[in-house]
Structures are given as structure tokens and as C-alpha cells.
């Protein structure tokens, strides 16, 4: 209870910091979503929807270019308010489709496109990672075909960026910084059925990884 009193100060002074503190914060934030190390990270439901509640309005008041990205993190944290302490399946799976669906105003290229920052990116894609690491087997399949399709469009994300010596190896980066480093937590995971999806994860990682330079993507 006290973090999230924490947070409920924090998010009241958020419309009065400067930008330069708003981008920490962001990222500070975003990193709560994911997983830590081999485990899911922090599991408490409340303090996660706590942390995606922040995120919105730091987009609301100083990131505008984050609030689609911000709204996805929410949707993936969201609470079951008839139950106690339950994740609503529902809208979670929801959140998770739509990322996957190419032409949707919520996919990856579309969330892409609206910030135009591949980092910007980084509260729904450590919550999916999070969410391979929950109980709830469609839930959990349902992040990794969401990463999935994450690994496969980062090519086609590269081809957006219109500088071509940044789109040369930008994806690359992305992947190598953000994705493949969970990916390889999530592989030396306890728990069979997440290792097993981690696994699966890093297979598509390295079909798509194969032809580049890089010798960091697994």
C-alpha cells in the first residue's frame, strides 16, 4: 500500500515537472512493467495498474506523442474491479490482439508511427513480456504471439524510419537493447510453460535475426 501512495504523490506532481524529468520518469516507469531477471517482476496487480495509471499522465501533460502506447500499457494492466486482485482477461486480451493486427490503430507499426521512437514502445513491450510469466495460459500465449509479431514487424519498422543510415540498424538495436535480453532471462525461467514460450520467442528472434551483422541477437 505504501508504493501506491507513493505513486498517487508522484502522479499528483507530474504536471509541474520539466520535460527532461518527464522522459526519466517514463522510462523509470516502463521498466516496472517488465520482468526482473529469470522472474515476472513486480506482481502486485494494483501497484501495476498504479504504475500504467502514472504513465498516462505523464503522456497526458508532457509526452502527447505517448498516449496511444500509454493507453496499450493501461489496457495490459487492467484490473478486474468485480473481483479481488484479478487481471481482466478480457481487456487484457483485447490490448494484446490489437497489437497483433496489422492494420489496426493499435498495432506495433501504428504505435510506431504515432511516436515515431522505437523506445517509446518499451511500456507495452515489457508488460507483454511480463504477461508470458502469468498463470493464465491464454493470457500468456497471448503475449507471446504479441512479441512474436513484434519480432517479425521490426524489419518493417526499420523501413519507416526515412533516415536511411538510422533505419540500417536501428531495428537491430532495438531488438538487441530491449527484446533479445528478455528474451534470454525468460528462456533460464522455473516455470516450464513461460520457458517454453521464451523458447519459442527465440527461435522467431533468430529467423529474422540471421542475415544481420550483429553479434548480439542470439
Known sequence: RDRINILDILESIIPNIQINTATLLFDTLSKLLGPFKTGPGCSDLSLRAKVASSLCTLSKY???????????????????????????????????????????????????????????LLPVVRACFHLIHVEDGVIARGAFYALKDLVQEAPKIGDIVHDEKAASSSWEKFLEQHVVPAIRCGIACKVAAARRLFILLAAEACKVCKETESPYLL
Open 62 to 120: 508532457h509526452l502527447p506523442q505517448t498516449q496511444v502506447v500509454c493507453q496499450v500499457a493501461r489496457g495490459l494492466c487492467s484490473v478486474n474491479t468485480k473481483t479481488i486482485e484479478e487481471m481482466d482477461a478480457e481487456t487484457i486480451l483485447t490490448a494484446l490482439k490489437g497489437l497483433s493486427t496489422h492494420k489496426g490503430q493499435k498495432s506495433w507499426i501504428a504505435l510506431f508511427k504515432g511516436t515515431n521512437s522505437r523506445n517509446n
